[in-house]
Structure formats: C-alpha cells, structure tokens
C-alpha cells in the first residue's frame, strides 16, 4: 500500500529523506502534497515529484519545520501525477533519479498508460506506472539523457565488433575474416 497523503502532512516543510539508500533515496524539504504524489525541494534549489507508490521510507530529518527559504519553489499542484506529466508537455525532464530506467527527454504527450519523451532523435514510450520520480531539468540540456545514449551508441559499436578478434583477424568461430580457417 503506498504512503498517503494523511500520513506525509505532519511532515510538511521539514527536511525528509525519502528511501534509505540506492538510486532513489533523494533528501530534501517537503514543498507540496498531492493526492499520488509530492514535491521536494533539492538543496540545489530544483524540484522532484516523487510518486507514492514507490516510496519504501520517510525519515524526518529536522526538529522543526522549515520556515524560511531562499528562494519560494514553482510547485505544479496538480492532484494526480498523470495530469502532472500532461501540464509538463514540452518541458525537458528527467524521469527516475538513477539505475536502467533513468531517462532524460522532453515530454511530447501522455497517451494513456504511457508518456512520450523526445531523447535527441529518438521516441521513447515509458509506462507511467514505472515512473518512480520526475525532475524539471532547469538548463534543457538533456545531459542525462546523451549520457544514456553515447552507452547506447557505445553497446552499438561493440555489437558491430563483437565477433572479430582484433589481434588475430579471426572471428569467434575460429574463422579468418574471408571464412577459410
């Protein structure tokens, strides 16, 4: 059962660690509560939305809330995380903190059970309910995502190479490249 609403108010503007460590452990102040997901405040001053569902823990960081902060967060306050993908159309984001699903594109729609992000050249479909958080990325410069894709691009390149012996001329059957052993 994910954690409700009801349960994150008490937290409201204290600092919190939500997950105990990996990829998705992200620590920050609680900004906005919503019906299926909430908004943390980064200390870099960015905003994630993290969905419910896939929250194993909160830790209540602070002794007291948080009153005053540097700079007043645009918080989308939208009641559900798929209206929030649909107001984010056009705006480059990033989708997961870390691990095989985290991308990084801008949102060309919602169709559905799915999002549609533009990553440099390609179409990427990602089931909203595998969306564990999401990220405005500030400067639009999709550095996530060209990192995924130049691993992309290298898996690419050794696939192209991956049955010749570059010591030797052989393939991996034993065979000269003209297919005489």
């Known amino acids: 059962m994910p954690i409700s609403a ?7 503007m204290r600092k919190i660690k939500v997950n105990r460590g990996g990829p998705d452990a992200v620590e920050g102040v609680l900004v906005g509560i919503m019906a299926d997901h909430f908004a ?3 200390p870099e ?9 896939h929250v194993k823990s909160v830790t209540d960081q602070s002794d007291r809330p948080v009153h005053h902060l540097r700079q007043t967060p645009a918080v989308a306050q939208v009641p559900f995380f798929g209206d929030l993908l649909r107001a984010l159309t056009g705006k480059t984001v990033q989708i997961n903190r870390g691990g095989p699903e985290k991308v990084a594109g801008v949102i060309v729609g919602v169709t559905g059970p799915s999002v549609i992000l533009k990553v440099n050249s390609e179409f990427v479909l990602v089931r909203i309910d595998h969306i564990r958080s999401l990220q405005i990325l500030r400067n639009g410069n999709g550095q996530n995502g060209q990192v995924r894709n130049s691993r992309n691009a290298r898996s690419r390149n050794n696939r192209g190479n991956s049955g010749k012996n570059s010591r030797n001329g052989k393939s991996r059957n034993g065979r000269n490249k003209g297919g005489r052993r």
């Open 40 to 42: 943390l405040l980064l």
């Open 45 to 53: 001053g960015e905003v994630i939305y993290i969905v419910n569902r």
């Open 6 to 12: 009801m349960e994150l108010e008490p937290l409201f």
